[in-house]
């Protein structure tokens, strides 16, 4: 008959035909203790300890996806497995109390390993768990093949199910303590590094565009938009920035999106992103806009113009900072996502607020005052100077009569004091100062009675 070898993944060990020095023990024909018999069992686990790790393994890689793709992270959870089944089998040929023992080096690099790719920790636990079935398995099985007392085989299936829970509860703790640990470690290194990229971007100083695509794992030959995500308040879970990334990823697939978004933290509550766009897509700030509001949470983003390579990426980002600082003087009053092609002639106008507010109210005069009857006329005059001077139109947009807009711009040219048709440009932009920014720029007032309709 031909010798049948196995050999373990990684510890390369070999066992053919013939039998170890120890094993197989026979079908016992007399009575036996609970220890002896879950000594036995011990002994025939050690003796099949290559084929019971090769068993686990693929168990292991057929329910649990997330580790199938990455050749050496398998090769790592057979080392894994192989070292953990061998701990729980000395355990039950020599009654080692399960206190002395500890997880073995290869379980914990390879719960390193698992936080180092990213992989959740719900999928290093799921190993332990399934694992655990299917060693006892195995176990039963030989107590089965060795013992037909019910008596006896059910105290040592008992004892073996204790003393291999015990120490699967003992490891998993403490591999989870180390994918924690390393996951932490890994992600401000992973982090630090990549801000230091982005940094180097943004200053313009990075020759390897490369290497920067590498640790950014990001391509930036392609077209960006810029993102400014943040949260008014820390909530109570401290999930703020894992809640801002599943947030940009949820807006990028909404919008279209042609890869991973990119996402750096710049503090606990607020990051800068980069939506990845190919060339034959338009983007729609409107319906990021309009998904920002259906979030969970209340979100607010800056978001820049579609801008392409390296000086896009700069760019883009620039100018979400600028929408953004317009979010802010406004005191987050205007909507969720502040997009610079809306507000990109005030967000200059912010760096000076004291000499805004002068102008604004230059430029106004009574119609910069801060009341419910001139907020309605400035509104009016907006939208019908962004209509093109068309009464219907405007009429349409505010959900007014025709005769209500002409009354109303009859108003505002009283309280303007001058023609409405003089010096336009600059009060097409006076009056989008006040609609983006509000209180902050206008004249502080009393209520009047209401002079619209």
């Known amino acids: 008959m031909s010798t049948v070898t196995y050999v373990t993944p990684i510890s390369g060990r070999v066992y053919g035909d013939a039998m170890p020095p120890d094993g197989p023990p026979g079908r016992l024909d007399q009575p036996v203790s609970t220890r002896e018999l879950v000594a036995r069992v011990g002994v025939e686990t050690n003796r099949r300890l290559a084929e019971i790790t090769q068993d686990l393994l693929e168990r292991l890689v057929a329910e649990v996806g997330e580790i199938a793709g990455d050749d050496r992270l398998v090769q790592l959870m057979a080392a894994s497995i192989e070292g953990n089944v061998d701990t729980i089998v000395h355990m039950l040929r020599h009654g080692i109390d399960v206190e002395r023992t500890t997880a073995p080096s290869a379980a914990v690099e390879y719960a390193r390993r698992v936080a180092q790719h990213g992989l959740p920790l719900n999928a290093l636990v799921r190993c332990y768990r399934l694992g655990q079935e299917r060693f006892l398995r195995w176990c039963l099985e030989e107590l089965r093949r060795q013992c037909d007392d019910a008596a006896t085989v059910s105290n040592a299936a008992m004892r073996i199910v204790a003393d291999t829970s015990a120490y699967i509860d003992r490891a998993s703790q403490h591999v989870v303590e180390v994918y924690e640990e390393e996951r932490e470690r890994w992600l401000v290194n992973r982090n630090a590094s990549r801000f230091a990229r982005v940094r180097e971007l943004l200053d313009g100083r990075v020759p390897d565009i490369g290497a920067a ?70 983007f729609d700030a409107a319906v990021l806009a309009e998904n920002v509001a259906s979030l969970d949470r209340p979100v607010r983003v800056a978001v820049g113009t579609p801008r392409a390579g390296v000086r896009g990426f700069a760019h883009t980002h620039e100018q979400a900072k600028q929408a953004q600082s317009v979010a802010l003087a406004a005191r987050m009053a205007g909507p969720a996502a502040m997009a610079f092609g809306d507000v990109g002639g005030v967000a200059l106008m912010c760096a000076n607020l004291e000499a805004t507010r002068a102008w604004v109210a230059d430029t106004l005069g009574a119609l910069a005052v801060d009341d419910e009857s001139r907020a309605r006329l400035r509104e009016t005059l907006r939208v019908f100077l962004a209509s093109g001077g068309r009464y219907t139109a405007a009429a349409d947009q505010l959900n007014l009569h025709r005769n209500s807009v002409v009354y109303r711009l009859h108003r505002a040219e009283e309280e303007f004091g001058r ?12 009056l989008d100062v006040c609609h983006w920014l509000g209180t902050i720029v206008l004249v502080p007032g009393h209520a009047e009675a209401d002079g619209g309709r």
């Open 419 to 430: 023609s409405l048709r003089k010096d336009r440009l600059r009060l097409e932009l006076a």
């Open 213 to 282: 695509e590498n640790t950014l794992g990001y391509r930036l030959r392609q077209r960006h938009v810029g993102l400014v995500v943040w949260l008014d308040k820390s909530e109570s879970d401290n999930d703020e920035l894992a809640y801002l990334e599943r947030s940009v990823v949820a807006l990028a697939a909404k919008v279209g999106c042609a890869g991973k978004p990119l996402l750096i933290p710049s503090d606990e509550l607020s990051a800068w992103g980069w939506l990845p766009f190919d060339s034959n897509h338009d």
